[in-house]
């Protein structure tokens, strides 16, 4: 709840206090938490927290406005007649927490902010996650990520960057940016190199819970919005089969297909299926359509055709080394790994743990001793014991 | 644990329904094409995505899949800069289609426009 209510209340208090005034805003909502900390073990909980909340925050903001209201009237007394003593109460009415929301969602993707602060402040604005959460899943520490997030609203600061939604001629291009922005979110949690996977997990809803609130307006339920969502569902479906009770990876071929989410795919397709319409199709769409085909696991011709038809249509819209290598992992299921290593050969991508564990993959039952020897390299770049482990498990598989 | 449902999630679409969901989806992908309105025709670059190959952007793999989840492992990918990228585009596998090109562009930031 505590998660929740934060990311409500501050993104009402930001839009009303405008980003000049962020101290402000964070510390009313903080104020809020610490005196429902200090109240509620004492008094008990009240029948009705949420409205709690809301009325201390209002009040506080209340007494904030009253106070930067006097300030205002010593130092500039001819402003004292000035309407700027009227003092509205602030809005934590449903309605205007999804649009402060949205606006917020709109103001931090800002392109003047670098994409990394962009979701660290989604994180900590849109999503409510506290500083030490964030730290653990960027693998960092608090004072890195305070300081980052510090910048980051310098610039929003700097750029004066106001909290609304972008023209109707602007939408799109500035859509994109957000697109982007919840992907890499969704990205974040998904592939976390932090073993946290209740922190992992919750990321990934957070993102989706996002773009959801972009489809439920009207403004910016496009088709990319909608690609991307089916994007996260089907990949969300496997949330709950990928790492064991210790939070070890449990690869793919080895999950249990009945810890696969039939709602998440079923919400996928859904999407998918209503994000096939208009004249653009976006990377979302056909990485949309390739995570389709991941929720079916039976190998088949038609399922790796239609995978690697897919990624050879990706790479001519959007290059990526990555989806570059990923293609000629479906591409060694359509044709042999001896050519899928010819595939390789062709790239020219700078070899990073990810290229190594492909060439071991590939050089597997080819030539062993190759194999071990990418394994081994792929071993050098592991960051994580769980990492490692697998890769070590990928190792002793070939004796 | 799956806490976030949409208000459809009610309901599970039979995996025959999914399927013909698919097939609308890949029938609408290849008209696309048939018409001519990919965009950026020739080259098959649509320029809303260029920015995945992008000054300074972080540009992670995508939630793909595939290599990641049968093999493990993760990565993230930067390009310091667009020659560095350009660098990358060179081992795209569309060049070995003969006429293909592979366009590499550094957006405009903070014009408010692009990203």
Request: hydrophobic share 40%; net charge negative; proline share 3%.
């Given at each position: 709840?505590?998660?929740?209510?934060?990311?409500?209340i501050?993104?009402?208090?930001?839009?009303?206090?405008?980003?000049?005034?962020?101290?402000?805003?964070?510390?009313?909502?903080?104020?809020?938490?610490?005196?429902?900390?200090?109240?509620?073990?004492?008094?008990?909980?009240?029948?009705n927290?949420?409205?709690?909340?809301?009325?201390?925050?209002?009040?506080k903001?209340k007494?904030a406005?009253?106070?930067?209201?006097?300030?205002?009237?010593?130092?500039?007394?001819?402003?004292?007649?000035?309407?700027?003593?009227?003092?509205?109460?602030?809005?934590?009415?449903p309605?205007?927490?999804?649009?402060?929301?949205?606006?917020?969602?709109?103001?931090?993707?800002?392109?003047?902010?670098?994409?990394?602060?962009?979701?660290?402040?989604?994180?900590?604005?849109?999503?409510?996650?506290?500083?030490?959460?964030?730290?653990?899943?960027?693998?960092?520490?608090?004072?890195?990520?305070?300081?980052?997030l510090?910048?980051?609203?310098?610039k929003?600061?700097q750029?004066?960057?106001?909290?609304?939604?972008?023209?109707?001629?602007?939408?799109?291009?500035?859509?994109?940016?957000?697109?982007?922005?919840i992907?890499?979110?969704?990205?974040?949690?998904?592939?976390?190199?932090?073993?946290?996977?209740?922190?992992?997990?919750?990321?990934?809803?957070?993102?989706?819970?996002?773009?959801t609130?972009?489809?439920?307006?009207?403004?910016?339920?496009?088709?990319?919005?909608?690609?991307?969502?089916?994007?996260?569902?089907?990949?969300?479906?496997?949330?709950?089969?990928?790492?064991?009770?210790?939070?070890a990876?449990?690869?793919?071929?080895?999950?249990?297909?009945?810890?696969?989410d039939?709602?998440s795919?079923s919400?996928?397709?859904?999407y998918?299926?209503?994000?096939?319409?208009?004249?653009?199709?976006?990377?979302?769409?056909?990485?949309?359509?390739?995570a389709?085909?991941?929720?079916?696991?039976?190998?088949?011709?038609?399922?790796?055709?239609?995978?690697?038809?897919l990624?050879?249509?990706?790479?001519?819209?959007?290059?990526?080394?990555?989806?570059?290598?990923?293609?000629?992992?479906?591409?060694?299921?359509v044709?042999?790994?001896?050519?899928?290593?010819?595939?390789?050969?062709?790239?020219?991508?700078?070899?990073?743990?990810?290229?190594?564990?492909?060439?071991?993959?590939?050089?597997?039952?080819?030539?062993n001793?190759?194999?071990?020897?990418y394994?081994?390299?792929?071993?050098?770049?592991?960051?994580?014991?769980?990492?490692?482990?697998?890769?070590?498990?990928?190792?002793?598989?070939?004796? | 644990?799956?806490i976030?449902?949409?208000?459809d999630?009610?309901?599970?679409?039979?995996?025959?329904?999914?399927?013909?969901?698919?097939?609308?989806?890949?029938?609408?992908?290849?008209?696309?094409?048939?018409?001519?309105?990919?965009?950026?025709k020739?080259d098959?670059?649509?320029?809303?995505d260029?920015?995945?190959?992008?000054?300074?952007?972080?540009?992670?793999?995508g939630?793909?899949?595939?290599?990641?989840?049968?093999?493990?492992?993760?990565?993230?990918v930067?390009?310091?800069?667009?020659?560095?990228?350009?660098?990358c585009?060179?081992?795209?596998?569309?060049?070995q289609?003969?006429?293909?090109?592979?366009?590499?562009r550094?957006?405009?930031?903070?014009?408010?426009?692009?990203?």
């Open positions: 709840m505590f998660r929740t209510e934060y990311r409500k501050v993104a009402v208090l930001y839009r009303h206090f405008g980003f000049e005034q962020m101290e402000t805003a964070e510390d009313i909502a903080s104020d809020t938490f610490a005196t429902a900390a200090q109240n509620w073990p004492i008094n008990g909980v009240p029948p927290p949420i409205a709690w909340l809301y009325a201390v925050a209002k009040n903001a007494t406005m009253q106070r930067s209201n006097l300030f205002d009237s010593k130092i500039s007394p001819q402003l004292e007649t000035n309407t700027h003593v009227f003092i509205d109460e602030i809005d934590l009415s309605q205007n927490i999804s649009d402060s929301q949205l606006q917020m969602m709109f103001a931090i993707c800002h392109p003047a902010i670098p994409t990394e602060a962009q979701v660290g402040l989604a994180l900590r604005i849109l999503c409510g996650f506290g500083i030490d959460e964030i730290a653990d899943a960027f693998l960092s520490n608090k004072e890195t990520i305070a300081k980052r510090y910048r980051a609203k310098e929003l600061r750029q004066k960057i106001s909290i609304e939604l972008p023209s109707a001629t602007q939408i799109d291009a500035r859509l994109d940016n957000v697109l982007l922005t992907y890499l979110l969704f990205n974040e949690g998904y592939y976390s190199i932090s073993s946290n996977k209740v922190v992992n997990t919750d990321i990934c809803f957070e993102a989706i819970r996002l773009c609130m972009l489809i439920e307006c009207p403004l910016t339920n496009k088709p990319g919005v909608n690609a991307l969502l089916a994007l996260m569902y089907f990949h969300a479906s496997r949330l709950d089969a990928r790492t064991d009770e210790n939070g990876h449990i690869l793919y071929n080895d999950q249990d297909i009945d810890l696969w039939k709602h795919i919400n996928g397709a859904l998918l299926h209503r994000s096939a319409n208009g004249n653009n199709l976006s990377k979302y769409h056909i990485e949309a359509m390739i389709y085909w991941l929720t079916q696991r039976t190998d088949s011709k038609e399922k790796w055709q239609a995978v690697l038809g990624y050879n249509k990706l790479l001519q819209i959007a290059y990526s080394p990555v989806a570059a290598l990923n293609r000629v992992f479906a591409f060694s299921k044709f042999t790994n001896e050519q899928a290593i010819a595939e390789v050969a062709k790239l020219k991508v700078k070899p990073d743990q990810f290229y190594f564990m492909l060439m071991g993959y590939l050089y597997t039952e080819v030539d001793g190759q194999a071990a020897s394994y081994h390299d792929a071993l050098k770049l592991a960051k994580t014991k769980p990492n490692e482990e697998l890769i070590l498990k990928k190792v002793n598989e070939l004796r | 644990m799956l976030f449902r949409h208000q999630g009610g309901k599970i679409a039979s995996p025959e329904q999914m399927q013909i969901w698919m097939q609308q989806t890949m029938d609408w992908l290849n008209g696309l094409k048939a018409t001519g309105n990919f965009e950026g020739g098959g670059l649509i320029f809303d260029a920015k995945v190959v992008h000054h300074d952007k972080t540009v992670t793999n939630p793909f899949g595939e290599i990641k989840e049968t093999l493990g492992g993760y990565v993230v930067k390009a310091k800069n667009a020659d560095e990228a350009a660098e585009a060179k081992g795209c596998p569309v060049l289609g003969e006429g293909n090109t592979v366009e590499v550094r957006l405009a930031k903070g014009d408010g426009v692009h990203a």
